[in-house]
């Protein structure tokens, strides 16, 4: 049987799994896709913890669960940035960052439209968990092409050293596993 974390967030608990990153470190793996009462139960306890917005961004593909979610219960549209260009991005916008979660680089990518709505907005910044914060610099240079404004940056999880951030909002820390 492999070795799991217990994890309770938002009144909801899960056994994570440790997946081993590297020869010196292990992380918990917090999925959020498919889980429908973890998602509901995270966006509205999440929610409740934000100011104001107007917006929120996501990177794709984990942080959309959630910021779906937390559009469709406060009514406000989400704007996911996506791992590539795609054929209907007329003038794609892109910005490279490192997750802790993937071996290379990877990209986020907006379409200039998107960042046209975004202008003179509140924007709020949502993904799953933050670790490092690479996906959310990435994120917030995509936000500051525009004239928004970013009023918060929001996660489920803050992992390791992230939790020690003021900058951020989140539900819970995920502890990272050194070995």
């Known amino acids: 049987m492999s070795e799991t974390y217990s994890l309770t967030v938002a009144g909801v608990t899960r056994e994570l799994p440790i997946c081993k990153v590297n020869d010196s470190l292990s992380i918990a793996a917090f999925i959020m896709f498919s889980d429908v009462e973890l998602t509901v139960a995270c966006a509205e306890a999440l929610l409740k913890k934000c100011p104001e917005f107007d917006l929120i961004v996501t990177a794709e593909a984990k942080g959309i669960p959630l910021a779906y979610e937390m559009s469709r219960q406060s009514g406000k549209k989400y704007i996911p940035a996506r791992k590539g260009p795609k054929l209907y991005m007329s003038k794609p916008v892109i910005v490279e960052d490192q997750s802790i979660t993937t071996e290379a680089k990877q990209r986020l990518v907006i379409d200039q439209k998107d960042l046209d709505e975004m202008n003179g907005k509140r924007v709020l ?16 240079e995509l936000v500051h092409r525009s004239t928004a404004t970013v009023v918060g940056k929001a996660a489920v999880l803050a992992e390791g050293d992230a939790a020690d951030r003021d900058d951020i909002i989140f539900l819970e820390h995920l502890p990272l596993f050194v070995h």
């Open 125 to 140: 910044i949502v993904d799953d968990v933050i670790s490092t914060g690479g996906s959310l610099h990435a994120l917030e």
